[in-house]
Nanobody, 126 residues
Framework: QLQLVESGGGLVQPGGSLRLSCTAS????????IGWFRQAPGKEREGILC????????NSADTVTGRFTISRDNAKNTAYLQMNSLKPDDTAVYYC???????????????????WGQGTQVTVSS
């Protein structure tokens, strides 16, 4: 079965950190761009960060600049989203997605991604 599985979400206090993982099953991520998205209650899904198959990062959310980092480990068939200095506004369901196009154009949030994970809840609250 071809799928992406996210993990690492949970409840964290403001100012804390979490690292989300996105692991592919049934296919290899080497040639795929990986994107991280989130959707807060009552809001549309937004793109956060994208990493191309060759490691170039595109940031589409100014609110996470300097706090969130995307990375990938092709040997582990996994991508990561490191989230630091978390704020209550970061509370959302976080999704990863994979795109065989392999690149992260400025409009990557509008693309048809090939695979989506099921999402993992991140709650930032004291």
């Amino acid at each position: 079965q071809l799928q992406l599985v996210e993990s690492g979400g949970g409840l964290v206090q403001p100012g804390g950190s979490l690292r989300l993982s996105c692991t592919a099953s049934g296919f290899t991520l080497d040639s795929y761009a990986i994107g991280w998205f989130r959707q807060a209650p009552g809001k549309e899904r937004e793109g956060i960060l994208c990493i191309s198959y060759y490691g170039v990062v595109t940031n589409s959310a100014d609110t996470v600049t300097g706090r969130f980092t995307i990375s990938r480990d092709n040997a582990k068939n996994t991508a990561y989203l490191q989230m630091n200095s978390l704020k209550p506004d970061d509370t959302a369901v976080y999704y990863c997605a994979a795109d065989l196009y392999g690149r992260c154009p400025p409009h990557y949030t509008l693309r048809e991604w090939d695979y989506w994970g099921q999402g993992t809840q991140v709650t930032v609250s004291s």
